[in-house]
């Protein structure tokens, strides 16, 4: 395919994606308030706000989240609503994706573009919403280091941004077992290799944790660097499973690239050689015999 081409097909393709993260958060402007409440309320909960910031249930003062400026409240819809576009248009934009990559693959590989949209979307949201629930602890741990009687403001853009980071970091990152699988599948790859990477891709893990998680606490790092751990290893097992899968269809899997393969039936054996006939005299133009082969020949 010509360049044009694939700048044609990129082009189109972020499009389609870019739409469908629009559609969703243009229908999310209209539940804003629901939203940030819900973004709001774990939190809240977790530092002892049952009733609200700066109103907790034994009398004492707890964080509170302010807005700042006259704009402050249309830049934070935008935030949420984006945030929940770009969640819930996974699908969308994930298989937009996968159809950018699919005419390099072979044809025996496109078939398992449903599968890979299917698992990529479950653990994006799945990155997300594990990132919901561990932020009311992170915040609870980050907030008790307040001196005692002081009061602690939480700017609701500076809280959504962290919201929204770790969301698309979460999700991102959860992204990782299914581009090792589709590297194994597509053959550059193999199980043996990537379980000899281990120790590598942990502490490679662990630093992307480090430097990813906006709120920087232990924490947070450990709760994006564990599951991504044990999404890698799973990710080596079904790596595994296909390497073995295709070394059974694979008559020729013990041979080397330079090894002659055994032939499948024994060669008939030669006979004894027989001698070549005698070649047939022609007659010259009297009718007499002439030795040899005629002119043809």
Not at 90 to 111: D, I, N, T
Not at 185 to 199: A, D, E, H, S
Request: hydrophobic fraction near 50%; proline fraction near 7%; charged fraction near 20%.
């Amino acid at each position: 395919m010509p360049l044009a081409e694939h700048l044609r097909e990129l082009r189109n393709r972020l499009m389609k994606a870019v739409l469908a993260i629009l559609a969703v958060t243009i229908v999310a402007m209209f539940y804003y308030k629901q939203i940030a409440d819900f973004l709001t309320e774990p939190v809240r909960d977790a530092v002892g706000c049952t009733k609200g910031f700066g109103e907790a249930e034994d009398g004492e003062t707890c964080a509170e989240i302010t807005i700042s400026g006259l704009v402050a409240p249309f830049t934070i819809m935008l935030k949420v609503a984006l945030t929940v576009g770009v969640v819930l248009a996974s699908p969308v934009w994930l298989y937009q994706l996968w159809a950018f990559l699919a005419p390099g693959l072979h044809r025996h590989e496109k078939k398992y573009a449903r599968g890979f949209v299917a698992a990529g979307a479950p653990l994006f949201i799945g990155g997300a919403y594990l990132a919901y629930i561990i932020l009311p602890t992170a915040a609870k741990a980050l907030l008790d280091f307040s001196p005692d009687g002081t009061g602690n403001l939480i700017p609701l853009d500076d809280f959504l941004d962290i919201v929204t980071r770790l969301v698309i970091v979460f999700g991102l990152a959860f992204e990782l077992p299914l581009l090792l699988v589709m590297l194994n599948f597509g053959g550059i790859v193999k199980g043996r290799q990537l379980l000899g990477w281990w120790r590598v891709m942990v502490v490679a893990i662990a630093l992307f944790s480090a430097i990813a998680t906006p709120t920087g606490d232990p924490l947070t790092m450990g709760a994006l660097a564990v599951p991504i751990v044990m999404l890698y290893f799973a990710a080596v097992g079904v790596c595994f499973f296909n390497d073995r899968r295709r070394a059974r269809a694979n008559p020729y899997k013990d041979l080397d690239d330079d090894e002659a393969s055994d032939l499948d039936h024994a060669p008939e054996p030669v006979g004894p050689p027989t001698s070549a006939p005698e070649p047939s005299a022609v007659s010259d133009e009297d009718g007499g015999p002439r030795g040899g082969y005629d002119d043809a020949t």
